[in-house]
């Protein structure tokens, strides 16, 4: 079956980084694009960024250039979420989540359980 | 604009119905997805490119679309049924994704 397992909770200084990892399984790792989606207290989701795990191209949403880094390591499955000068305001639960390979859809048909992530001094 | 806009909160007695929109001016041109959030978990996928039902997903879930709105029907509402939903929408070309704002559905 199908499993997307990320990394614990983790707990940050203001201006420092953090990188979350998402450990796949049970499809084929380089069939599907990998999207990292953040959700703050209370709020609701915000898409960040994408990873092509075939080739290791990437995107990111216009708030987060400059600061994100999403890479991969084929060998393991396994894709990365970098985020530099971390701020109160990226105090959030970090998603990954699996592109379905639908050619007529973009949507995510499969998540990890959410790291979350706290930045406080 | 790009935003998608739901309304915060739908409240619904248990056996009826409940209709969540989900409007932008981009939905227009691109298929919209839903998903159910309950709290503390990661959002689950109920409907795909405006009305498709993934497999799993009970038959009182449903999503229709005209124009710049789209709806999402939950008929014979149940306890279970008590989440936020948001509504998502891309452009295709892997450059744009967004979701919307998020609706609290309460079972009175």
């Known amino acids: 079956q199908v499993q997307l397992v990320q990394s614990g909770a983790e707990v940050k200084k203001p201006g420092a980084s953090i990188k979350v990892s998402c450990k796949t399984s049970?499809?084929?790792?380089?069939?599907?694009?990998i999207h990292w989606v953040r959700q703050a207290p209370g709020q609701g989701l915000e898409w960040m960024g994408w990873?092509?795990?075939?080739?290791?191209?990437?995107n990111s949403a216009q708030n987060f250039q400059g600061r994100i880094s999403v890479t991969r390591v084929t060998s393991i499955n396994t894709v990365y979420m970098e985020l530099t000068t971390l701020t109160s305001d990226d105090t959030a639960v970090y998603f990954c989540?699996?592109?379905?390979?639908?050619?007529?859809?973009?949507?995510?048909?499969?998540w990890g359980q959410g790291s979350l992530v706290t930045v406080s001094s | 604009s790009d935003e998608l806009t739901q309304p915060p909160s739908v409240s619904v007695s248990p056996g009826q119905t409940a209709r969540i929109t989900c409007s932008g001016d981009?939905?227009?041109?691109?298929?919209t997805y839903w998903y159910q959030q309950r709290p503390g978990q990661a959002p689950l996928l109920i409907i795909y490119k405006d009305s498709e039902r993934p497999s799993g997903i009970p038959e009182r879930f449903s999503g229709s679309s005209s124009g710049t709105t789209v709806t999402l029907t939950i008929s014979g509402v149940q306890a279970e049924d008590e989440a936020d939903y948001y509504c998502q929408t891309a452009d295709g070309f892997g450059t744009y994704y967004v979701f919307g704002s998020g609706t609290k559905v309460s079972v009175l």
């Open positions: 981009v939905l227009s041109k691109y298929y």
């Open positions: 049970g499809y084929s790792f380089t069939g599907h694009y």
């Open positions: 989540a699996r592109e379905s390979a639908d050619t007529a859809g973009n949507y995510f048909d499969y």
């Open positions: 990873i092509n795990p075939n080739n290791g191209a990437t």
